[in-house]
Structure formats: structure tokens, C-alpha cells
């Protein structure tokens, strides 16, 4: 990879990243949103860097001695004393290659680049929340009375929760929204509910899920509002109790903004 190629790739790796975190938010596919700040900065110095290569960039200095057309390699009878007998260097040095360069497999580089301007990768959904275990919930001591507000909008870890841990048992008979996105329980044809929540980034993604009956699983990574009431399995208030709803109305929303976290819905503006 020639130096000109090189500079391109910073170019290109900058005005990508400035793309998806300054003017859109595609951004937060991947990472929280907190790291904003640290993308744009990155994408700006990466460019700068780019575009300071492509204009300090010179030509080679050029032997004055090859200008001149003198060669003072040799005696005065046209040997070269620095090679032996059969013209072989004892120095062991490879003359007439170039091995300043990146290697081959440095172009790869160029595509995770230009994704980013022209076709960002596909944000985590159900494939990976299948394959995942759900997020361990933290232990709540205490819990305040539920509002009157019904259906009641619960976060998925809050549902968890109540149905777990609060042995007041509040949650029972209650009707409650739910919004997540459809990941498929298996073959018995089941689905759940699901939130994926960042801690920084997509690597270190985990999964809140809660078991959804009396509906036929809608398409996979579909979002969807669910209202329902404790689907009875277990006992109320302990963890033998399943996270799980009976479904009395489903409607497709648009994916929030805040989609990465287990927080109420932020819509998009």
C-alpha cells in the first residue's frame, strides 16, 4: 500500500466516522451516546491527519551524484567492491525492493471505511439476543406503590423486578406496557420481548427479555408496545415467578432513540 493510499484511508476512516456521529445517529447502533464527543473528535483528527499528508506529501529527494551522471561505485576498473565474485551482495541486504509499504492485507482496512459512509452494519437485534443469557436484575430492597396510571409503562428490568422480588405482589392483575423488540423463543414457537442494553459499547452488550403468551410471534426484530397483565407461572414475588406477560394488545412502534438502554421510549423527534 503506496503512501498516497495510505493518506486516502485516513481521509476516508475520518469523514466516516463524522458521518455517522455528527449528522445522523447511527452512532448509537454501536456505542452509548455518551461517547459522541470522543467519535466526532476522532473522526476531526483522523481527517486533519489525512489531508495534512496529502499536502506536505513530496517527491523523493534525488541523488545529486545520479543527477550528474557520476557512479562512484567501483574501482577504477568498474568493479563493485561491495559484491563477491558472482555479483552477490556479502552484506545480505535485497537491493531493488520497496519493503517501506503496509501489507496486502492492510486493504481490508479500506472496508469496514467505507461502510461507514456508505452502508453502516446493521444494528444488534434478535439474532443476538437469541443467542444470549438475560441480564442478571439487582436485587431492590424496597419498592414505592405503583401509580393508578393504567396500562402502566414499565421498563422490562423494571417488570422483572416487581414480579420477582416485590413481595407486596402489586404487580398483580395490573396491566402494563411493555416495549421492546421481537426476538423468537425457539421451536415451540414462542417469542420474547426484548431490550439489548450497551454498558459502553456493543461488545459488552446483554439482554433483557420477557416471555410473551397468548400471541403468534410477530417477524423478528420488529418493536413492538405490549399491554398486558403477569402471565401466572411461578409465585408472585419470588424468583421462582417467570418474567412473562398475557398479551391483550400489540402495536408496532418505531425502534426508540434511546433503544440501547432499558429505559421508557424516547420516540424519534
Same mark, same amino acid.
Given at each position: 500500500?503506496?503512501?498516497?493510499?495510505?493518506?486516502?484511508?485516513? %481521509?476516508?476512516?475520518? %469523514?466516516?466516522?463524522?458521518?455517522?456521529?455528527?449528522?445522523?445517529?447511527?452512532?448509537?447502533?454501536?456505542?452509548?451516546?455518551?461517547?459522541? !464527543?470522543?467519535?466526532?473528535? *476522532?473522526?476531526?483528527?483522523?481527517?486533519?491527519?489525512?489531508?495534512?499528508?496529502?499536502?506536505? &506529501?513530496? !517527491?523523493?529527494?534525488?541523488? @545529486?551524484?545520479?543527477?550528474?551522471?557520476?557512479?562512484?561505485?567501483?574501482?577504477?576498473?568498474?568493479?563493485?567492491?561491495?559484491?563477491? =565474485?558472482?555479483?552477490?551482495?556479502?552484506?545480505?541486504?535485497?537491493?531493488?525492493?520497496?519493503?517501506?509499504?503496509?501489507?496486502?492485507?492492510?486493504?481490508?482496512?479500506?472496508? !469496514?471505511?467505507?461502510?461507514?459512509?456508505?452502508?453502516?452494519? @446493521?444494528?444488534?437485534?434478535?439474532?443476538? =439476543?437469541? &443467542?444470549?443469557?438475560? #441480564?442478571?436484575?439487582?436485587?431492590? #430492597?424496597?419498592?414505592?406503590?405503583?401509580?393508578?396510571?393504567?396500562?402502566?409503562?414499565?421498563?422490562?428490568?423494571?417488570?422483572? #423486578?416487581?414480579?420477582?422480588?416485590?413481595?407486596?405482589?402489586?404487580?398483580?392483575?395490573?396491566?402494563?406496557?411493555?416495549?421492546?423488540?421481537?426476538?423468537? %423463543?425457539?421451536?415451540?414457537?414462542?417469542?420474547?420481548?426484548?431490550?439489548?442494553?450497551?454498558?459502553?459499547?456493543?461488545?459488552?452488550?446483554?439482554?433483557?427479555?420477557?416471555?410473551?403468551?397468548? *400471541?403468534?410471534? @410477530?417477524?423478528?426484530?420488529?418493536?413492538?408496545?405490549?399491554?398486558?397483565?403477569?402471565? !401466572?407461572?411461578?409465585?408472585?414475588?419470588?424468583?421462582?415467578?417467570?418474567? =412473562?406477560?398475557?398479551?391483550?394488545?400489540?402495536?408496532?412502534? =418505531?425502534?426508540?432513540?434511546?433503544?440501547?438502554?432499558?429505559?421508557?421510549?424516547?420516540? @424519534?423527534?
Amino acid at each position: 500500500m503506496k503512501r498516497p493510499v495510505q493518506t486516502l484511508l485516513l %481521509a476516508l476512516t475520518g %469523514a466516516g466516522l463524522l458521518q455517522t456521529a455528527l449528522f445522523t445517529d447511527i452512532y448509537l447502533r454501536y456505542v452509548k451516546a455518551g461517547l459522541r !464527543p470522543l467519535l466526532i473528535a *476522532s473522526g476531526v483528527v483522523l481527517l486533519l491527519l489525512g489531508l495534512a499528508a496529502a499536502v506536505t &506529501r513530496r !517527491p523523493a529527494p534525488e541523488d @545529486p551524484e545520479d543527477a550528474h551522471g557520476h557512479d562512484h561505485v567501483g574501482d577504477a576498473h568498474g568493479h563493485d567492491p561491495v559484491r563477491d =565474485a558472482h555479483g552477490h551482495d556479502p552484506s545480505g541486504h535485497a537491493h531493488g525492493h520497496d519493503h517501506s509499504g503496509a501489507p496486502r492485507i492492510a486493504w481490508l482496512l479500506f472496508l !469496514p471505511a467505507l461502510s461507514l459512509l456508505l452502508h453502516a452494519p @446493521p444494528a444488534l437485534g434478535a439474532y443476538t =439476543a437469541a &443467542r444470549s443469557n438475560n #441480564k442478571p436484575v439487582a436485587v431492590q #430492597k424496597g419498592f414505592a406503590p405503583l401509580p393508578a396510571t393504567s396500562p402502566l409503562p414499565l421498563t422490562l428490568t423494571d417488570f422483572t #423486578k416487581r414480579v420477582q422480588q416485590d413481595r407486596s405482589r402489586a404487580i398483580k392483575n395490573r396491566a402494563v406496557r411493555l416495549t421492546g423488540f421481537v426476538t423468537p %423463543a425457539g421451536e415451540d414457537g414462542g417469542w420474547y420481548l426484548t431490550r439489548i442494553i450497551f454498558s459502553c459499547c456493543a461488545a459488552d452488550s446483554q439482554t433483557v427479555k420477557v416471555r410473551v403468551y397468548g *400471541s403468534e410471534a @410477530p417477524p423478528a426484530d420488529t418493536w413492538l408496545a405490549v399491554t398486558g397483565t403477569w402471565h !401466572p407461572r411461578g409465585t408472585l414475588g419470588t424468583r421462582t415467578a417467570e418474567a =412473562a406477560l398475557d398479551v391483550r394488545d400489540a402495536r408496532p412502534v =418505531a425502534p426508540p432513540v434511546n433503544a440501547y438502554t432499558d429505559d421508557l421510549p424516547l420516540t @424519534p423527534s
